[in-house]
């Protein structure tokens, strides 16, 4: 799974003072894909990506919120649609 690091890297961050409220980003776009069906304990390459752009929209990245929040919202679609055994596991 995508790690705070990452997501630092991403967002462009380089202060630790945000950790915790990242982190619990991370496990709220985790618990969104889950509820719009993504099986529990995915670890792909897809669902790291999906994880990105709901931090990249929550954080307003670049003023581009839309943009990553409609993004965001076709991988998840996407996660959901897949056969368990396509994304567990996978990445």
Do not use: F
């Not at 709901?54 to 076709?74: I, L, N, T, V």
């Amino acid at each position: 799974m995508v790690t705070v690091q990452e997501i630092k890297l991403a967002l462009r961050m380089s202060s630790a003072v945000l950790d915790q409220e990242v982190q619990g980003t991370i496990a709220a776009a985790v618990l969104d894909l889950q509820s719009a069906g993504m099986p529990p304990g995915v670890d792909n390459a897809l669902s790291d990506e999906a994880i990105r752009q709901y931090c990249k929209w929550r954080y307003d990245y670049m003023g581009k919120a839309a943009m990553y929040e409609h993004s965001y919202d076709r991988l998840k679609t996407v996660l959901a649609l897949l056969p368990k055994e396509e994304v567990v596991g996978g990445g």
